[in-house]
């Protein structure tokens, strides 16, 4: 194989090792920090939230329970007072009555947010429930995307592998000079052999001159673009 011939494919074969060693460092970050992952730190982080709104609600809960408690024995002793005591004193009797009237209404009032605490507490167990399946749910997704991660990184390592050999092996025919060239526009330049097509340069988009167009279809020098000065390969 002509060494022009040899070159491009190296170029190939670099292209390829690039686009593959890329793939490969997206796959070990993916691993690393799967987006799974996140979604069970958030649920889990959602949960312990709930779960102390729900201690929060319960311990309302039963505070109201212990008012409603204290104001019913309130208005016992009330009605004891009003109607088996012998009150005699009409001003006592309307006393003891209105007080009976606001004890009854604050229990009314204790009576209707104990109920809207015990929907909200209904509502955090729901929410809790529904957590708790997406969680399960993710944590086996999570399972199965990352034994698929591993695979596919697996099989790309091997290819890299194949890659690199192909590559020493393309460069180990190559002499000295020409791969150090090869290699020092590799440093500078994006692609350091590119193909002609139309008569221009791909790296650069220079009309290439006649004489160095006919010296190409040999394909025995190596010829530099006037402009760029990539290595120029002109396809068959
Ligand atoms: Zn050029």
């Not at 088996?84 to 009237?101: A, G, H, M, V, W």
């Amino acid at each position: 194989m002509k060494k022009l011939e040899l070159l491009w494919k190296l170029e190939e074969n670099n292209v390829n090792l690039d686009k593959n060693l890329k793939k490969l460092d997206i796959l070990k970050k993916e691993l690393e920090t799967g987006s799974i992952e996140k979604k069970i730190t958030n649920i889990n982080r959602k949960l312990e939230i709930l779960t102390n709104n729900s201690g929060i609600i319960k311990a309302c809960i039963i505070e109201q329970e212990n008012s409603l408690t204290q104001y019913e024995y309130e208005i016992n002793l009330l009605n004891d007072k009003l109607y088996k005591d012998n009150i005699t004193d009409i001003r006592q009797l309307e006393y003891l009555s209105f007080e009976k009237e606001e004890i009854k209404k604050k229990l009314k009032e204790i009576e209707i947010e104990m109920i809207a605490y015990m929907e909200e507490d209904e509502s955090i167990e729901s929410k809790h429930k529904d957590n708790v399946f997406i969680l399960k749910e993710l944590k086996e997704n999570s399972k199965e995307k990352s034994s698929s991660i591993k695979n596919e990184l697996k099989s790309l390592e091997e290819k890299v592998k194949q890659e690199e050999s192909k590559i020493k092996e393309i460069a180990d025919k190559l002499d000295d000079d020409l791969l150090k060239q090869y290699n020092n526009l590799k440093e500078r330049k994006h692609s350091p052999i590119v193909l002609i097509e139309n008569n221009i340069c791909i790296g650069c988009n220079m009309r290439l001159p006649t004489y160095q167009l006919e010296e190409l279809k040999n394909k025995e020098n190596i010829i530099n673009c006037e402009s760029c000065g990539r290595i120029l390969y002109l396809r068959d």
